[in-house]
């Protein structure tokens, strides 16, 4: 198989995964709720859902360079159906506890589980360098519109189910279904992939080192404490709590929830497309930080605002501009590590996003749930998010990926 073949065939993981997160993230809370858990019980299981899915992602991405990336993959996508299955059968709270532990699901429509960190090392070890920030824009646009996609259709068909009768139980379950048969769609395209998306490791160097991590390990060591922070902050208002957060404030229905976030996460995708051209002007990390302090002004702005359509118009500018800094951050990271450390490094610095988020829903969801404590989700999300920025520019400003030249200091780029 070519390495285009293998392109191709990462592509359309990506779709059918994102698919798959918005199609569950929308519903996914909303299914929890009308199981009769409460606001508190609904935060711990989404917490301790990110909480397992680091524990095992970490593992798995770490030794994906020894063990394979082909087969790490497709253990991921076996832990999508495992959580799936428990959740569309048993509604008792231990069980579902156990299973969102233990399997892959996401309820912030993000990525989640090793499959980005060995994705993402696979696509750059098969394009240039010149070219890799260009592919991980439209990889993002492809996540995207497809994330978009999935929250449409789940809208679309809990309507369905309820028209006939089924319930809203019903119609969240269906949704869950069919997040568990994608899941096995995955795992048969991982499956196809072939040896070129297999580390090289280079003459003396060894992916044994701790975390499967050697020369960059410092470099990836501070990248993950930045990112860790922004992903607290993102945590406390993942899609599922933003679509609660709507319901809850202004009533709306899942259909609308499914177009409301349809039409954010397109306005995502193109903004992670655009992100490439900006970044070749700029600089990466220039761009990591410019367009996203205006997002999050625009983050801390949704629940100021009084009625349904000014919030949702608020909330799609805000989209229009806050995932230009998702692939110039992922670039960036497999740019200044060596070949073979790029599966350890997305997947080290993935899992700091990951543990970052995993505090922050059993936070969010109570206050989200009491009008008079609603706001403080979207304000301090919205401040951490400013001060992670700055930070970030301060301390990476300096350290240059190849692609901008050789006249401004490299660390963390050996070989």
Do not use: C
């Amino acid at each position: 198989m070519t390495d285009g073949a293998d392109l191709a065939l990462l592509f359309a993981t990506r779709l059918a995964r994102m698919f798959a997160y918005g199609f569950l993230s929308v519903v996914l809370v909303l299914y929890l709720s009308a199981l009769g858990f409460d606001g508190t019980r609904i935060g711990l299981l989404l917490t301790l859902t990110l909480a397992g899915d680091t524990v095992i992602s970490l593992w798995l991405t770490t030794h994906a360079d020894r063990m394979g990336r082909r087969k790490v993959l497709v253990i991921g996508a076996g832990l999508m159906l495992v959580a799936a299955a428990t959740f569309a059968a048993s509604d008792a709270f231990p069980v579902l506890l156990a299973a969102a532990t233990v399997g892959v699901l996401s309820p912030s429509g993000n990525e989640v589980g090793p499959f980005l960190a060995v994705e993402q090392a696979a696509l750059a070890g098969i394009v240039p360098d010149r070219d890799r920030t260009r592919v991980f824009g439209w990889y993002n646009l492809v996540g995207s519109f497809a994330t978009a996609g999935g929250a449409l259709a789940a809208g679309a068909l809990v309507q369905a189910v309820q028209a006939t009768g089924g319930g809203s139980i019903g119609g969240y379950r269906a949704v869950v279904v069919g997040y568990g048969l994608l899941g096995l769609l995955l795992g048969v395209l991982f499956a196809r992939l072939s040896g070129h998306v297999e580390a090289v490791v280079p003459t003396g160097t060894s992916v044994r080192g701790r975390l499967g991590l050697h020369r960059s390990r410092d470099v990836v060591l501070r990248l993950s404490a930045l990112f860790s922070l922004d992903a607290f902050a993102g945590g406390l208002v993942m899609q599922s709590v933003v679509a609660y957060w709507f319901h809850v404030r202004f009533g709306v229905e899942p259909a609308a929830l499914g177009a409301i976030f349809f039409g954010a996460n397109l306005l995502a995708g193109l903004s992670a497309l655009f992100a490439a051209r900006l970044a070749a002007r700029i600089g990466l990390i220039e761009t990591m930080v410019v367009t996203h302090i205006p997002s999050n002004v625009l983050l801390i702005l949704v629940p100021l605002m009084p009625t349904l359509p000014l919030a949702t118009a608020v909330l799609l500018l805000r989209f229009s501009i806050s995932q230009m800094d998702v692939p110039t951050r992922q670039s960036y990271t497999m740019a200044v590590v060596d070949p073979d450390e790029r599966s350890a490094a997305a997947g080290v610095t993935g899992i700091a996003r990951t543990t970052g988020a995993a505090v922050s829903p059993i936070l969010a969801t109570p206050l989200v749930a009491d009008p008079a404590l609603a706001a403080i989700p979207f304000v301090a999300a919205g401040a951490l998010k400013i001060v992670y920025d700055l930070l970030v520019l301060r301390a990476f400003r300096a350290i240059r990926p190849p692609e901008e030249g050789s006249g401004i200091r490299k660390e963390g780029r050996r070989g």
